[in-house]
């Protein structure tokens, strides 16, 4: 079944083409959390210290993949425009060349987290003695599932940016099945069920930390395969192409680079800046680094529709630029910033009131639900200026302007938060509440920038200034 949109069809209404482009994107990110809170809530039924030797390896996982977002955000604006232009032949040598591009990246993320991290990383955290042997079970195998990773989040970027949403949302739904089925059998021991009158004996590996770190790696295996063979299969709504070239292609490569590098080094700045918040939460004892990780997994409730339409925007306005329609990629990425705002305003309503409840989903310790409800409560006021910025990003990275997210992240996380975060917390003695009040100025300033970057208009012409430093087209 073809899913893809004609997104340039001035026949239909803007809000109706955002919507049928952002739904399956939302319904995705949904399904995905209700998936992290039932991981979560698996984890933390087996105690705290097994959240907290979870939490010390998450950071750093959120590192490595932002690495794969860059290669993903290059590669699916590069595809848009092409697509735009009415190019299929080009955007279908991009994808070939996006697949060499995450074998390597694959590869080497995962020899990272196997030969450097796994053993390390706990000990540099400042993890407690009790954490070490569970954190390091948890890493070495979730790195096995990095090249899987990349197939997925890098693929499903791709087929999103020729216009098919649907995909990538069964994609990821078969992902996120496949995990908790994962974790259901391994993280636990045997042991009898009953349903209704009848009793029967299930068998669990009982495993803990790393049965759930197996859920992971059997997760992503499967969607990221899934996602290679939609990639592969001519009949797909986009593919390689007939005789599709393996050869690496320098002019494609330097532009998927000059467009995602910057995304990369954003996804980086803030996984290392929440590498040095993880640490100040884990000096803080086992009860503040679950609260803290506990709190963070909660608040993703308010980034799904946030997240769908940041993705509408960058894929819109990719492809209306590519057909040179500037005026109609204004219009897109204001419908998309309007809708993400109105949802996150509600969803953050929502965090507000049953805050409590959220972290009791995860784990019944009465300390941890207390301080992680205060902190997501905190975080309420500033979801607004998450969805501002987060949309506006998206609608930066689809013209090409990939460098102003980074730069506004640098100072965000950098120069705003951390250095409140050190000094409420050295300085001053506070607790967990040093590191969420500074994060929610964080993103109301990086909310003000952004603001001030999309009114300027700059953005729209940075795909001109990206094909002119090369000396010839893509395909040329």
């Not at 608040?299 to 306005?317: N, R």
């Not at 941890?368 to 902190?375: D, K, T």
Request: hydrophobic content about 55%.
């Amino acid at each position: 079944m073809d899913n893809k949109l004609d997104l340039l069809d001035k026949t239909k209404s803007p809000n109706r083409i955002v919507w049928a482009l952002a739904w399956p994107t939302i319904v995705e990110q949904l399904l995905m959390t209700v998936v992290i809170y039932v991981d979560a809530a698996m984890v933390g039924s087996v105690g705290v210290n097994a959240t907290a030797a979870v939490a010390v390896n998450t950071t750093v996982i959120w590192l490595l993949q932002g690495l794969m977002s860059g290669l993903a955000v290059g590669a699916s604006v590069l595809v848009g425009r092409k697509i735009g232009e009415r190019k299929m032949t080009e955007a279908q040598d991009i994808l070939t060349q996006s697949l060499l591009a995450m074998m390597v990246l694959g590869i080497v993320t995962m020899l990272i987290g196997e030969l450097v991290l796994a053993q390390n990383l706990p000990r540099w955290m400042g993890a407690e003695q009790d954490l070490l042997a569970p954190a390091e079970q948890y890493m070495r195998i979730v790195a096995l599932s990095f090249p899987f990773q990349v197939l997925l989040a890098v693929g499903c970027a791709i087929i999103r940016g020729a216009g098919d949403t649907r995909r990538p949302m069964i994609y990821n739904i078969v992902s996120n099945v496949v995990n908790i089925v994962g974790n259901y059998f391994f993280i636990y021991e045997t042991r009898n069920v009953t349903i209704f009158r009848w009793t029967f004996k299930i068998w669990g590996a009982g495993m803990g930390v790393g049965g759930a770190a197996i859920g992971t790696l059997l997760a992503f295996l499967a969607a990221g395969m899934m996602t290679l063979w939609h990639l592969i299969n001519r009949k797909s709504s986009f593919h390689m192409g007939d005789r599709p070239s393996f050869r690496p292609d320098g002019r494609i490569l330097r532009q998927i680079v000059k467009l995602g590098l910057p995304t990369a080094f954003e996804r980086i700045t803030l996984s290392a800046g929440q590498m040095v918040i993880t640490a100040l939460a884990t000096g803080m004892g086992s009860v503040m680094l679950a609260a803290h990780q506990l709190a963070t997994t909660a608040e993703s409730i308010c980034y799904m529709p946030c997240y769908g339409f940041s993705v509408a925007a960058t894929t819109l306005v990719a492809q209306a630029i590519g057909a040179d329609e500037k005026k109609l990629a204004k219009t897109y990425s204001l419908v998309c910033i309007r809708y993400g705002v109105l949802a996150m305003v509600a969803s953050a309503v929502l965090m507000y009131i049953f805050a409590p409840k959220m972290i009791w989903l995860f784990i019944r310790d009465a300390a941890v639900i207390s301080v992680g409800a205060a902190m997501l409560r905190i975080e309420a006021f500033a979801e607004p200026c998450v969805a501002v910025t987060n949309v506006i990003c998206g609608a930066l990275k689809g013209g090409g302007d990939t460098r102003w997210p980074f730069y506004i992240s640098i100072i965000g996380m950098w120069i705003v938060r951390l250095s409140m975060a050190v000094a409420a917390i050295k300085i001053f003695g506070a607790g967990l509440e040093g590191i969420w009040v500074p994060m929610a100025i964080d993103w109301a300033v990086r909310m003000i920038i952004c603001i001030y970057r999309y009114k300027g208009g700059k953005w729209m012409d940075t795909w001109d200034n990206i094909k002119e430093t090369d000396n010839c087209e893509i395909g040329e």
